[in-house]
């Protein structure tokens, strides 16, 4: 059945090459938030994800006669712009908006990531005295944010600072980005009706391509979908995380950011949590595993394809207990109800997207050697040669230990073991593609383990 009610965003911007930034990085984001997406092309460039080489403008009547027609039809709840290059562009531009009355998310793209020019240096002057003043939100990095306000930018302060003198000109809410200062955190600051709302996230390592687009973008399909501009600038913010965190490396220089990402978690939600649910239901009809939950409960976990917290990783809740003669589990399986399988999960993702699952069982040497005699790649962590530093942290000893197993091993390994310290209980943790996985796996070498030791003449048999 056809939607007769889609809401519409326009993007006013130039067209990337190589896909990672422009138009086609907004349409991406559009789509990914349930946004039909319109376009107004300003410019062709040829680019890839080590520079610009090439830029054509398009001719400000054509510009202007994109915006005329597309809005003759189609209602366009908010729009964005991005590459305006020109003085004459500009001001075509500005005329539409004032002319249509549009909010607009204004990002001014003043230079690409990797340095290339994006509008005229004459003409930079134009853009701000033009589209500023008529911007609904305006997203500036450090840079730009120095040109509009005319000051240096070091610390939070003078971000707040900024923010405030660029609102003076005329913009009704302004998002200055810290991604360019320095610190293991990043910190965007939004000044609207006088007062200031900051976010920090964890820094992503990473010299990401299409970054601002797909931020601005965001921003315009949230107020599109009737969010009011706190809300909208919050979403885009916990948007772009995930498309950092999870960007593309399709070329040899900075990496494009991948809006889709929050689109395949959100559709693999429902799957995920079934293969969690059928994963939990195995151990509870397999009397096998009895004998090996976990004297703090056995926990069956997976992940989503992009996932970045414990939000992203479905659990169940209460865990896995022996309840009488027979493996129970507490709850049913809800994101983020573990913590320590979480923790393990998402090590093992940054060194393989695959390993999206953990299945967490009491410590047994014959078990261990069974997984082995299976094939099964299989490395150990010691807490005794953990430091006292990462002791200290909340859920730093998984992660370290995971991440020593996964070094000795030299990739990501089906069982990750350790034998414990007072108040921890030894472990054996087997990971796999899903819930489902993890759980076969670990009964497949449970019930060849029921045959007998390993080292006897019954495992011979069994081998056979």
């Known amino acids: 059945m056809i939607k007769k009610e889609v809401p519409?965003?326009?993007?006013?911007?130039?067209?990337?090459?190589?896909?990672?930034?422009?138009?086609?990085?907004?349409?991406?984001?559009?789509?990914?938030?349930?946004?039909?997406?319109?376009?107004?092309?300003?410019?062709?460039?040829?680019?890839?994800?080590?520079?610009?080489?090439?830029?054509?403008?398009?001719?400000?009547?054509?510009?202007?006669?994109?915006?005329?027609?597309?809005?003759?039809?189609?209602?366009?709840?908010?729009?964005?712009?991005?590459?305006?290059?020109?003085?004459?562009?500009?001001?075509?531009?500005?005329k539409a908006l004032d002319r249509h009355e549009l909010r607009v998310v204004v990002d001014p793209v003043f230079r690409a990531g990797t340095g290339s020019l994006l509008v005229r240096e004459e003409d930079k002057e134009a853009l701000i005295e033009a589209v500023v003043p008529r911007s609904f939100v305006i997203t500036p990095n450090k840079h730009e944010a120095e040109d509009m306000a005319q000051m240096k930018i070091r610390t939070i302060d003078d971000m707040k600072k900024a923010a405030s003198i660029i609102g003076k000109l005329g913009a009704k809410a302004v998002v200055v980005?810290?991604?360019?200062?320095?610190?293991?955190?990043?910190?965007?600051?939004?000044?609207?009706?006088?007062?200031?709302?900051?976010?920090?996230?964890?820094?992503?390592?990473?010299?990401?391509?299409?970054?601002?687009?797909?931020?601005s973008a965001a921003i315009a399909a949230y107020l599109a979908l009737d969010y009011d501009v706190v809300e909208a600038v919050t979403k885009a913010e916990e948007f772009m995380q995930n498309a950092i965190a999870f960007g593309l490396r399709v070329g040899k220089g900075r990496v494009p950011v991948n809006p889709m990402a929050s689109l395949f978690n959100e559709a693999e939600k429902h799957r995920v949590l079934e293969d969690v649910s059928a994963a939990a239901k195995m151990v509870e009809d397999h009397s096998e595993f009895l004998p090996y939950l976990a004297e703090v409960g056995t926990q069956v976990a997976m992940a989503l394809p992009y996932a970045s917290t414990k939000r992203h990783v479905a659990a169940v809740e209460g865990r896995i207990v022996k309840f009488g003669e027979r493996a129970r589990a507490?709850?049913?399986?809800?994101?983020?109800?573990?913590?320590?399988?979480?923790?393990?999960?998402?090590?093992?993702?940054?060194?393989?997207?695959?390993?999206?699952?953990?299945?967490?069982?009491?410590?047994?040497?014959?078990?261990?050697?069974?997984?082995?005699?299976?094939?099964?790649?299989?490395?150990?962590?010691?807490?005794?040669?953990?430091?006292?530093?990462?002791?200290?942290?909340?859920?730093?000893?998984?992660?370290?230990?995971?991440?020593?197993?996964?070094?000795?091993?030299?990739?990501?390994?089906?069982?990750?073991?350790?034998?414990?310290?007072?108040?921890?209980?030894?472990?054996?943790?087997?990971?796999?593609n899903s819930a489902v996985d993890v759980v076969e796996k670990a009964l497949a070498s449970i019930k060849l383990r029921k045959h007998g030791n390993p080292h006897t003449r019954a495992w011979n048999e069994v081998k056979k």
Not at 57 to 69: G, K, T
């Open 8 to 94: 519409c965003a326009m993007t006013i911007a130039g067209s990337d090459s190589c896909g990672g930034a422009g138009i086609e990085a907004d349409f991406k984001t559009f789509a990914a938030l349930e946004v039909f997406g319109t376009c107004v092309i300003t410019a062709l460039t040829a680019q890839n994800t080590q520079g610009v080489y090439d830029i054509l403008p398009i001719p400000p009547r054509m510009v202007e006669r994109q915006i005329e027609v597309v809005l003759e039809d189609i209602p366009v709840k908010a729009t964005k712009t991005g590459m305006l290059y020109s003085k004459e562009i500009v001001e075509a531009v500005a």
């Open 177 to 215: 980005k810290g991604g360019h200062l320095e610190g293991a955190d990043v910190t965007d600051i939004l000044h609207h009706d006088g007062e200031f709302k900051i976010f920090t996230k964890p820094r992503v390592e990473v010299e990401a391509h299409g970054g601002g687009c797909t931020f």
């Open 330 to 432: 507490v709850g049913c399986a809800r994101f983020g109800a573990s913590d320590h399988v979480a923790r393990i999960i998402l090590t093992a993702m940054k060194h393989d997207p695959s390993k999206r699952a953990a299945l967490n069982l009491r410590y047994d040497q014959d078990l261990v050697e069974t997984f082995k005699n299976l094939g099964r790649e299989v490395s150990s962590f010691d807490r005794r040669l953990e430091s006292p530093e990462v002791k200290a942290m909340e859920g730093g000893t998984l992660v370290w230990g995971v991440e020593e197993a996964i070094k000795a091993a030299g990739k990501v390994p089906d069982v990750v073991y350790d034998f414990g310290e007072v108040g921890k209980e030894p472990m054996i943790r087997v990971l796999g």
